[in-house]
């Protein structure tokens, strides 16, 4: 999975097509319990494209779209956002796959 690294990258990610943003943190133990899954669903969705983005390190980016809990998704589209999954509770591989199976249709 790619990582961000400017605020200007996150600009050119959201533009292009079917980009999911994942919104995490090192020290967030939720975040740890879905890394395990995260290669293995990037592989089941490969014609999306996956972005990690630091929350720490893109403090703004959050606040700009509401991200106040991780780890959360957020789907982009050709500049519009197609969807989100953001809240502050632990995801199951079966909640990141629905929310993924619903993208792009």
């Not at 790619?2 to 943190?25: G, P, R």
């Not at 967030?28 to 014609?47: A, G």
């Not at 983005?53 to 589209?77: H, K, M, T, Y």
């Amino acid at each position: 999975m790619e990582q961000l690294q400017s605020q200007q990258q996150f600009q050119e990610w959201i533009q292009k097509e079917k980009v999911v943003f994942l919104f995490s943190a090192d020290w967030c133990p939720d975040c740890r319990v879905i890394e395990p899954i995260i290669p293995e669903l990037e592989e089941k969705y490969s014609n999306y494209h996956f972005v990690y983005v630091d929350r720490d390190s893109f403090i703004e980016i959050c606040q700009e779209n509401d991200v106040f809990g991780i780890p959360s998704f957020l789907a982009f589209d050709q500049g519009k956002e197609v969807d989100r999954f953001v809240s502050k509770d632990r995801k199951t591989k079966e909640e990141i796959e629905n929310f993924l199976s619903g993208l792009f249709q």
